[in-house]
């Protein structure tokens, strides 16, 4: 099947960067939000993204100008669906919301038209029966920071129809991604399930008072060769989106072990989110 045009659900941080890197592999790409100040401030971000790239010399001028031109921006989500080949949802993490959505998308969206979630936390199969058409459903999950990481989690639910899954695979591999397939639904899928290992054990430690943050930042990356340390890196996502995954995880799980770490709810109780909100684990002027 021919995917030409892409609709992105929400200009937050991931959607934004979702939709750019759409429009920069050449789709006609439509950024849609519910607010008008939301698509002005991911515009302000992308372009100053572009900006920066062409100046360090990593992209061609005309080559920004065409995909800033190719990402429109709307606030109407029927209209936008009305001519969406694919559709990335990637709107705020609540069930409710994303069965409107998807009920939306069902009644606007063309008959061909795939539907796919870049929630970490809900399966499709949560919001495939409201769409009316659980075939063309899945999770097609991208990470932070979406324009640079590669990986991109192609998650099926029992009811994913084959040529959904090659379509959104393909994409993926269109936009420059490395997709992996997920057969089965799973809390966490891949990738998060991994991360949380990780996160539970370094939480533990500092907890135990048995290294400082630092040195087992400082131990991931020197001696497992990770980009960013676990603190770093749940700095970078938000500890409020990590406590958010951990209770989602431990309400579909309950295990005692998914539950949010006493470290995150001290640090998310006290307002320090992370790189977001100026302080979490580190301080960040
Ligand atoms: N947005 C866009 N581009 C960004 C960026 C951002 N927020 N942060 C960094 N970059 C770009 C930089 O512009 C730079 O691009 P060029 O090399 O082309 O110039 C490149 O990324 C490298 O950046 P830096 O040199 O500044 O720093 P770095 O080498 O330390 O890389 C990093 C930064 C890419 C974030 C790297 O540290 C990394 O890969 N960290 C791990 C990130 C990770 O694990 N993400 C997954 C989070 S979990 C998740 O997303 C799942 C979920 O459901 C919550």
């Given amino acids: 099947m021919m995917i030409e045009r892409i609709l992105v659900i929400g200009a937050g941080t991931m959607g934004r960067q979702i939709a750019m890197s759409c429009a920069l592999s050449g789709y006609e790409t439509l950024l849609q939000d519910i607010s008008e100040q939301a698509l002005t401030a991911a515009r302000t971000d992308l372009e100053a993204w572009a900006a920066s790239r062409v100046s360090k010399g990593k992209l061609e001028q005309p080559d ?33 919301i994303k069965e409107q959505i998807f009920a939306t998308l069902g009644e606007h969206a063309p008959a061909h ?41 192609v998650v099926r639910n029992e009811q994913t129809s084959d040529e959904t899954v090659e379509a ?39 907890h135990a008072g ?27 996502v938000g500890l409020d989106v990590i406590d958010f995954i951990a209770q989602a995880t431990f309400a579909e799980t309950g295990n005692e072990a998914d ?27």
């Fill in 64 to 96: 920004a100008d065409a995909a800033l031109n190719r990402l429109a921006q709307s606030t109407d989500l029927a209209a936008s669906a009305s001519t969406a080949d694919l559709v990335i949802e990637a709107a705020v993490e609540r069930l409710d």
């Fill in 113 to 153: 038209a795939i539907l796919a979630t870049n929630s970490s936390t809900l399966p499709s199969s949560r919001v495939a029966a409201a769409s009316g058409r659980p075939p063309q459903v899945c999770n097609m999950h991208f990470f932070n920071p979406a324009l640079v990481m590669k990986c991109v989690e």
């Fill in 168 to 206: 959104v695979t393909a994409v993926a591999t269109r936009l420059g991604k490395q997709p992996v397939l997920v057969n089965k639904e799973i809390p966490g899928f891949i990738a998060n399930r991994m991360m949380g290992a990780i996160n539970a054990e370094a939480l533990n430690l500092a």
């Fill in 210 to 236: 048995i290294a400082s943050i630092e040195d087992i930042d400082t131990t991931a990356k020197t001696a497992l060769g990770h980009p960013m340390g676990p603190f770093e890196l749940m700095d970078m």
């Fill in 259 to 285: 539950k949010p770490h006493p470290l995150i709810t001290e640090k998310v109780q006290a307002g320090l989110l992370g790189r977001k909100s100026g302080e979490g684990f580190y301080p960040y002027s």
